[in-house]
């Protein structure tokens, strides 16, 4: 395993085990599974931990809690994360301090090395088209909060969801003080596919830059795109949905991975772990099967220039 930094965190495996699947939002699994991915990961080498309370109701939270007991094996990280929305200023330290509580209550621990604001920023005369926290009350209320919180030491640092209105999170991330680390999505499509919930073009590679510019941590998220990149959906997709038809565009990509001789999980992970801006990619497996893959992805050599131009041609991006 390759370690890589990720902003003021520091060295981080270059796979990041994140809650989607052990929270069995991607396909079926169960607790027993769940617990032993989590374990497996850890041997592997992977020793960043990514959550949130929104993954099968607290379900992440709590396969940690079992699979270590509030005790973390030596040098593993963890992230866990908050959704603000639009409340009142008086409302959002209350609902902050909630939401970790509960979580620490769930992964049973009294600290997580980083918290992520869980929803887009919006800007204030976007109330009514957007969902998510306008600018001034993250720049005057949520962004002290969390400042506050690392002082305290209840949190190593913040960082942002990095889906969300692009014009904002380019904002947010020139303004001081900044994250830490922002979540951005980190697959050959650059699609956050049904997350996508603004008019404007996502831009993922101008946020990653803009990101490394400043010395904040890129975590590479969707790298299979909700399944869109894998070679068969693990759940029903209603046909009219995004995800489903980024697994139509992506139609040569599965073809050209099949004549390569790998999985189209395999190969998008590989290609996610070599976008240069990132310094970790999430991985939503729910099962030692499907880490397995990701670990072999990781331990291949990165994807030459050569082949990523291809890959990115097939698709559409070049």
């Not at 395993?1 to 994140?18: C, D, H, P, Q, W």
């Not at 997709?237 to 980024?246: C, F, Q």
């Amino acid at each position: 395993m390759k370690y890589r930094k990720l902003g003021s965190i520091g060295e981080v495996s270059a796979l990041t085990l994140g809650g989607g699947g052990i929270g069995q939002i991607w396909g079926q699994t169960d607790r027993a599974e769940a617990v032993e991915t989590v374990k497996a990961a850890v041997d592997g080498g992977i020793t960043f931990l990514d959550v949130a309370p929104t993954y099968g109701d607290g379900e992440a939270e709590r396969v940690i809690g079992q699979a270590f007991d509030g005790k973390l094996p030596a040098g593993v990280r963890m992230s866990t994360k908050c959704a603000v929305l639009n409340v009142q200023p008086d409302e959002v330290a209350p609902r902050i301090d909630n939401s970790l509580s509960d979580s620490f209550d769930r992964l049973r621990v009294d600290y997580v090395d980083l918290f992520l604001l869980h929803n887009q920023i919006i800007s204030d005369g976007d109330v009514a088209r957007y969902r998510g926290t306008t600018h001034s009350l993250f720049v005057d209320t949520v962004r002290p909060i969390f400042e506050k919180m690392v002082q305290d030491g209840r949190i190593g640092a913040w960082g942002l969801t990095g889906i969300g209105v692009p014009t904002q999170l380019l904002q947010a991330l020139e303004e001081d003080p900044a994250p830490s680390v922002i979540q951005v999505v980190a697959n050959l499509l650059d699609s956050p596919g049904g997350l996508k919930r603004f008019d404007e073009p996502a831009e993922p590679r101008r946020i990653m830059r803009s990101a490394q510019d400043r010395g904040i941590g890129v975590m590479g998220i969707r790298a299979v795109q909700a399944g869109a990149l894998t070679d068969q959906f693990d759940r029903d997709i209603p046909i009219e949905s995004p995800d489903y038809a980024d697994y139509e565009r992506a139609a040569s990509f599965r073809a050209f991975a099949k004549k390569n001789g790998v999985s189209s999980a395999f190969l998008a992970h590989r290609y996610a772990l070599s976008i240069n801006e990132v310094s970790t990619v999430v991985l939503g497996v729910k099962n030692r099967n499907e880490l397995s893959e990701c670990l072999m992805a990781e331990e291949t050599a990165p994807l030459d220039p050569d082949l990523i131009a291809e890959v990115d041609r097939l698709v559409g991006r070049i």
